[in-house]
């Protein structure tokens, strides 16, 4: 087996156009750089989440990984395969390598069609006829804990939780080796969450597959996830092993996020470090440090010099005063 990752995303740029002619002549920007340079690699058996708020750019990388948004610029490396500006109809048999699951459990279903014909639908686009759909159709509810019966029903008659498993059947249908899941657990319970994260990792195990997951759940990310890269107006701000991340973050946004996510341990004493609510808007990105606007450690620096990307253990990150670092002791000392 090859050392190469299963795929590699280098300095990834996504723009949107706004306003067209009237507003160059204005004066306004006529685009904006909803993903700004991104790099990242997935190792073969791994999962790499997407962590952020709504806006900082995750689903759009996802779905620019995917073919389903144009990238500006950058480099997207699949087994190898350069995929930038590939003709749609090389896309058809990527798609069977690389398999998406979208964020509404049953809203991503087709209401008019019944859970057997959900899940055959994927070997009759890709003209699988040679396949048993039925017996195909009865594998891949066993392999998602469904009973049999439920290829009868339609997606009104599943729960959110039922309704998810059968969104990851048609995912594995195909039998890919990737599976970009874009807020696996949205809408469902705690508990429901627990069960569709389980069958995700027992699958990735069974089938040797890997995973990009898209949340702003950190229960998720830490369940699940292997490494981890938290986004911010459209840039990784850090990026690097879950569990190192967790134990000491070192970016005060991926602090925030971590200290807003529920402490299970009563005993445990919880620091919430508390956020402006308002993120600035990609058409007026702050100078310097983006996150200045909303950082409770922010000095005079942050707000004119962008800082450098750093790395310390086994985390890369981007902050002039990092945390739970000598700079954190330091910066109290002098206020």
């Known amino acids: 087996m090859t050392s190469e990752p ?3 995303v280098s300095d990834l740029r996504v723009r949107f156009r706004m306003g067209g002619i009237m507003a160059g002549l204005s004066g306004q920007p006529t685009s904006i750089e909803a993903v700004a340079g991104v790099s990242f690699s997935l190792e073969r058996g791994r ?23 144009d990238a500006a610029g950058g480099s997207i490396r699949f087994e190898g395969r350069e995929l930038r500006d590939i003709s749609k109809a090389d896309w058809k048999p990527l798609r069977r390598r690389m398999s998406m699951m979208f964020q509404d459990p049953v809203g991503s279903l087709s209401p008019r069609l019944s859970v057997r014909s959900i899940l055959a639908e994927p070997f ?18 066993a392999l998602v ?11 009104h008659q599943l729960s959110g939780g039922q309704a998810r498993r059968v969104g990851v059947a048609r995912a594995v249908a195909l039998d890919p080796v990737l599976i970009i899941a874009d807020e696996p657990t949205a809408g469902l ?27 702003h759940n950190l229960h998720v990310v830490r369940q699940i996830a292997d490494s981890m890269a938290v986004m911010y107006l459209g840039r990784f701000v850090e990026d690097g092993e879950t569990e190192a991340i967790f134990a000491a973050p070192h970016h005060p946004y991926t602090a ?18 508390a956020l402006p609510a308002e993120v600035p808007s990609l058409l007026a990105r702050p100078s310097g440090c983006e996150f200045h606007t909303r950082c409770p450690f922010a000095r005079d620096k942050c707000a004119t010099d962008a800082p450098h990307p750093m790395r310390m253990g086994a985390s890369l990150f981007t902050c002039h005063f990092p945390l739970n670092t000598e700079t954190e002791a330091a910066r109290a000392s002098t206020g």
Request: charge should be negative; charged fraction near 20%; hydrophobic fraction near 40%.
């Open 256 to 273: 925030a996020l971590l200290s807003a996510n529920p402490e299970p341990d009563p005993d445990k004493v919880h620091n919430r470090i």
């Open 189 to 215: 319970d705690v508990s429901v969450q627990g069960e569709v994260l389980n069958l995700l990792n027992d699958l990735r195990d069974r089938m040797g597959l890997s995973l990009l997951i898209i949340t």
């Open 47 to 69: 999962t790499f989440a997407l962590v952020g708020e709504s806006g900082s750019g995750k689903t759009t990388l996802a779905r620019a990984v995917n073919g389903l948004q």
């Open 145 to 155: 804990g469904l009973p049999r019966d439920f290829a009868e029903r339609y997606p």
């Open 124 to 141: 009759a686009i890709h003209g699988l006829s040679g396949k048993d759909a039925n017996a195909e159709v009865l594998r891949l509810l």
């Open 6 to 8: 299963l795929l590699t």
